[in-house]
């Protein structure tokens, strides 16, 4: 006798952590969120492949991912501009002046 498919409640919590991510990328601190799913994203995968199809959310699972790996995309992107930003900020700042007369 086959056992009933059960919806996984980690699946959905990688959703979650996957759109905490994506919404909170852009102020860099949806790194952690978007960590957090990707590791217990594997963990669920793992978990949907052992169970052979009665473990149930295939769907949040990859959406979740997918969110997840934006919102690190945007972390990313956000630190390069603000180095860049930075950089080119120091750049056009005047280098040491020195009194008139001076060699």
Do not use: C
């Not at 059960?6 to 991510?21: D, M």
């Amino acid at each position: 006798m086959d056992p009933d498919p059960v919806p996984s409640t980690k699946a959905r919590a990688v959703f979650a952590l996957g759109l905490a991510g994506l919404l909170t990328g852009p102020l860099v601190g949806g790194v952690i969120p978007a960590t957090l799913a990707l590791l217990l994203g594997r963990q669920v995968h793992r978990e949907q492949w052992v169970a052979e199809g009665y473990l149930t959310g295939g769907k949040w699972l990859h959406r979740g991912r997918r969110m997840a790996w934006v919102g690190i995309v945007f972390a990313v992107t956000t630190l390069v501009i603000t180095v860049i930003a930075a950089l080119l900020h120091l750049a056009g700042a005047p280098g040491q002046d020195f009194a008139p007369g001076t060699n």
